[in-house]
């Protein structure tokens, strides 16, 4: 098990940016990868970003790519969400989460889950 604690929500305007942080601790019997999703009130969680423990894979919904950064620091214990060029439809509840498995060699199965951080972009 991980322990993962998700800071650096808040309120932003439309084309502004935020950076979410995601801090995991915990014993571990291996590295995690982590991840990043959201969920909007009234729809159901989404997949936002992904990244590797190990090498420098990273993965992102369509709706996000080109505008967010997934990456981690060098001990690979923090992972980081740079949000740029937000959109109000990016407003979410925005959840860190691990996972052990790889299928096809990208991160899936994700079990750990953190509290949440809420994002608000306005318009």
């Known amino acids: 098990q991980v322990q993962l604690v998700e800071s650096g929500g808040g309120l932003v305007q439309a084309g502004g940016s935020l950076r979410l942080s995601c801090a995991a601790s915990g014993r571990t019997s291996g590295a995690y990868s982590l991840g990043w999703f959201r969920q909007a009130p009234g729809k159901e969680r989404e997949f936002v970003a992904a990244i590797n423990w190990s090498g420098p894979n990273a993965y992102y919904a369509d709706s996000v790519k080109g505008r967010f950064t997934i990456s981690r620091d060098n001990a690979g214990n923090t992972v980081y969400l740079q949000m740029n060029s937000l959109k109000p439809e990016d407003t979410a509840v925005y959840y860190c989460?691990?996972?052990?498995?790889?299928?096809?060699?990208?991160?899936?199965?994700?079990?750990?889950w953190g509290q949440g951080t809420q994002v608000t972009v306005s318009s």
């Open positions: 989460a691990a996972t052990k498995i790889y299928t096809n060699g990208m991160p899936s199965n994700f079990g750990s």
